[in-house]
């Protein structure tokens, strides 16, 4: 069964960081692209940033970009958000969704199934 | 950067009824729409992707059609647990945009 597993969420202050993980199981994890969708409170979802199962390339939300940098350990099955320079619009719950395809490798132009929990991030002073 | 519209933003319909959601791209994406539930409390769950295809396990209620830019997610028989907010997401490239959401609440 494949979990994602996200962790990393809290308070923190305009202006600074935070880093979110994703730790996943029940699949070949470098085969796979993933994401991190957020929604923030009373909001949509908003996707805010994909990389493929190798990690050789990321996308970003403009929202987000030159702030955020996705990574991933492929050796650690874990995927990673580095968010800097937060910002009140930044407070969201932040899910991490792995790419879904019929056969892998699954690049980065797929839907997200499944999901994780997500982390509930909350930018404030 | 291609924006998705979704139409109506909430709609109230009783059990039985059949609902329509619409989605429109600003630019065609073929079939690269995928539809995705956010039930209260819970995680967001793949209903159709391929514009078209209905993911494992969803109810055969639930259908998908279109292509380009004019996109439909229907659902035949409304039940209580469908009340939810429904998203579209084109994955066609980067930026993966989603919808605005529909709300569906019962009548």
């Known amino acids: 069964e494949v979990q994602l597993l996200e962790s990393g969420g809290g308070l923190v202050q305009p202006g600074g960081s935070l880093r979110l993980s994703c730790a996943a199981s029940?699949?070949?994890?470098?085969?796979?692209?993933m994401s991190w969708v957020r929604q923030a409170p009373g909001k949509g979802l908003e996707w805010v940033s994909t990389?493929?199962?190798?990690?050789?390339?990321?996308y970003y939300a403009d929202s987000v970009k030159g702030r955020f940098t996705i990574s991933r350990d492929n050796s650690k099955n874990t995927l990673f958000l580095q968010m800097n320079s937060l910002r009140a619009e930044d407070t969201a719950l932040y899910y991490c969704?792995?790419?879904?395809?019929?056969?892998?490798?699954?690049?980065?132009?797929?839907?997200?199934?499944?999901w994780g929990q997500g982390t509930l991030v909350t930018v404030s002073s | 950067d291609i924006q998705m519209t979704q139409s109506p933003s909430s709609l109230s319909a009783s059990v039985g009824d059949r609902v329509t959601i619409t989605c429109r791209a600003s630019q065609g994406i073929s079939n690269y729409l995928a539809w995705y539930q956010l039930r209260p409390g819970k995680v967001p769950k793949l209903l159709i992707y391929a514009a078209s295809t209905l993911q494992s396990g969803v109810p055969s209620r639930f259908s998908g059609s279109g292509s380009g830019t004019d996109f439909t997610l229907t659902i035949s028989n409304l039940q209580t647990e469908d009340v939810a907010t429904y998203y579209c997401q084109k994955y066609y490239s980067a930026p993966l945009t989603f919808g605005g959401g529909t709300k569906v609440e019962l009548k």
């Open positions: 029940g699949f070949t994890f470098s085969s796979y692209a």
């Open positions: 990389i493929s199962g190798g990690a050789g390339s990321t």
């Open positions: 969704a792995k790419a879904y395809c019929a056969t892998a490798p699954c690049y980065s132009s797929s839907p997200f199934d499944p």
